[in-house]
């Protein structure tokens, strides 16, 4: 086993982006793993069984070290200090969290046999699973309500999970910024694009469950409604009464809330990888405080945001008024001033 490894920086959509990090220790605490099988040999064809395994293992600990170094860190998980883990469970379209393991599978779109993907080697997945795993341990009352927000909010903070887990890698940050260079930091980017290749095979199958260009874009111009009345499924473009149509508008606000704190701490200057690991991590902490500060009401959207509200200014003068005007303009927030 060499000291290094070659694993898939965000998704394997983006082709020939990867990067090379020490070889993980899963099992290291807190926040440990279990993998199921235990361990491959590494391969660096990114075709092999071996490739996924270590772009798994690798994923998974640098994400479970990023939210262990929160500003009210998780000390464990919710069922006990380590988390099983299955890299490819079987045949399915699917990922998934039951409070007791993370589980990915190996899947074909209906009528599209040739086409196998794998969600145990995108590192959205990876970190969308993630972080279910994590607010569960930091808010486990927030599970099995049977309300459309909570659910919802559940499924943003996965997909806010893998946007921020992403900002962690020095060189896709300085690549997301040669990108998005000219241009808007608040703009569809491979940043904003989570899942773009299972979104895809998603979309195969059905594409009401999956945005155009990727599984759900967190560069979106949904504004709260309330739920009651809506369909319970429709078109991307449209906002569903369903927990992974319904997380879009949270996903949105959050994402356009990390570009407004970009413009905070840059100015009027070129931002740098080193600005955007700041603000990923500042606003690991804001989301953290506000899932922390939430009560669980029918309302629940808005009562994240106002504790997220409350708690950007103790990282950043200038974060509250962004986070204000962003629930604002999504109608989120205003619901909790009424
Ligand atoms: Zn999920």
Same mark, same amino acid.
């Given at each position: 086993m060499p000291d290094t490894i070659t694993v898939w920086e965000k998704d394997p959509a983006l082709a020939g982006r990867l990067t090379t990090v020490p070889v993980p220790d899963v099992a290291k605490l807190p926040l440990g793993f279990r993998f199921i099988p235990a361990a491959l040999p590494h391969n660096d064809?990114?075709?092999?069984a071996e490739f996924r395994y270590w772009t798994a293992a690798a994923t998974v600990r640098r994400a479970a070290d990023f939210w262990a170094a929160c500003s009210q860190p998780p000390d464990r998980w919710r069922h006990g200090q380590v988390l099983d883990v299955y890299v490819d469970r079987g045949k399915a379209l699917q990922s998934a969290y039951d409070g007791q393991s993370l589980s990915f599978y190996h899947g074909s779109p209906a009528g599209h046999p040739a086409i196998v993907v794998y969600s145990g080697e995108s590192p959205d997945l990876l970190c969308h699973e993630l972080g279910h795993a994590i607010l569960d341990a930091i808010r486990p009352d927030f599970t099995n309500r049977g309300l459309l927000e909570t659910d919802a909010f559940i499924e943003a903070f996965g997909d806010m999970s893998a946007i921020l887990c992403a900002m962690q890698i020095p060189s896709y940050c300085s690549a997301l910024l040669e990108e998005t260079a000219g241009g808007n930091f608040w703009s569809s980017s491979s940043l904003s694009r989570v899942a773009a290749q299972f979104g895809a095979a998603v979309r195969m199958e059905d594409p009401n469950d999956a945005d155009v260009d990727c599984l759900?874009?967190?560069?979106n111009e949904h504004l709260y409604v309330?739920?009651? $009345?809506?369909? $319970?499924s429709g078109p991307p473009d449209t906002i569903a009464a369903n927990p992974h149509s319904f997380s879009r508008v949270f996903t949105g606000a959050f994402f356009e809330a990390l570009a407004g704190m970009l413009s905070v701490v840059v100015g009027n200057n070129e931002a740098r990888p080193e600005d955007l690991q700041q603000i990923s991590r500042e606003m690991r902490d804001i989301l953290v405080d506000g899932a922390k500060g939430a009560s669980v009401d029918a309302r629940f959207y808005a009562s994240v945001a106002a504790a997220m509200l409350e708690a950007s200014g103790k990282y950043h003068g200038g974060y509250p008024a962004v986070f204000q005007t962003v629930f604002d303009r999504r109608n989120i927030l205003p619901a909790l001033i009424v």
């Open positions: 064809d990114p075709t092999t759900r874009n967190a560069w309330d739920p009651v $009345g809506l369909d $319970g």
